[in-house]
């Protein structure tokens, strides 16, 4: 089995994910570039941020047509200020003016991943020491409410920098520290499995269950081989 992951830059999204591969399937080797891909690798590229991802869609879907090495690609960008609706969409357009592959998977991080890691209820202090974390709480208590849901703080001019900044506040409260080229104990896999915990038992950060769906149909195909 071989996956291609399309990340949307180079920061903390394809550091996580290079992580949760490795926890998840230990038998996959990291590839340096597609036309290194042989059998069980997976293949991490970074898209550049937006808008530029869309335009490496393409490029990977050719690359995927011309080595036949891949048995799933994986989309996986922010949603940002626009909804999934309009995000699913957007890529929609880009996937149908590229070469056709039936395993695509459509990852989508509303608003931004920096919000899925928000779901780990235990990182939030009941009694923040930090008074900056203590606002935040006060506008939104992620440990009890979907992050997902969670719109900006008064202060912030996108939801994606607020998430960000709250989840700063959050783990360095707990000793911490995360920045989009070190994100840190949010790569481990105590993390991951608190975030699939907090998905399967409250059904929040619902996009991340997207991902385990994927996922899980990936190991069960596995397994059958």
Excluded at 65 to 94: A, R
Excluded at 110 to 118: H, R, V
Excluded at 193 to 207: V, Y
Excluded at 210 to 216: I, Q, S
Aim: net charge negative; glycine share 6%.
């Amino acid at each position: 089995m071989n996956l291609y992951f399309l990340t949307e830059d180079s920061g903390a999204g394809k550091l996580a994910y290079k992580s949760w591969i490795q926890h998840l399937f230990p038998h996959l080797t990291e590839a340096q570039a597609i036309s290194a891909v042989e059998k069980n690798h997976y293949f991490l590229l970074a898209g550049n941020g937006y808008p530029s991802y869309l335009n490496r869609i393409c490029a990977a879907l050719q690359d995927i047509q011309d080595y036949g090495n891949i048995d799933h690609f994986f989309i996986c960008v922010d949603t940002e200020e626009l909804s999934l609706k309009e995000k699913f969409e957007e890529v929609q357009e880009v996937l149908k003016r590229s070469p056709a592959f039936e395993n695509t998977h459509v990852i989508l991080q509303n608003c931004c991943i920096e919000t899925w890691f928000l779901g780990h209820s235990a990182m939030l202090n009941a009694e923040p020491r930090s008074q900056t974390l203590r606002t935040y709480r006060d506008f939104y208590d992620v440990s009890a409410n979907d992050p997902e849901v969670m719109g900006a703080f008064a202060t912030f001019n996108r939801k994606a920098k607020f998430h960000s900044a709250y989840l700063r506040e959050m783990l360095a409260e707990k000793g911490y520290r995360y920045t989009k080229s070190n994100p840190g104990t949010v790569s481990e896999k105590r993390y991951l499995d608190a975030l699939k915990e907090r998905h399967n038992d409250t059904g929040h950060i619902a996009s991340f269950g997207g991902l385990l769906a994927a996922f899980a149909k990936i190991e069960e195909a596995d397994i059958r081989q």
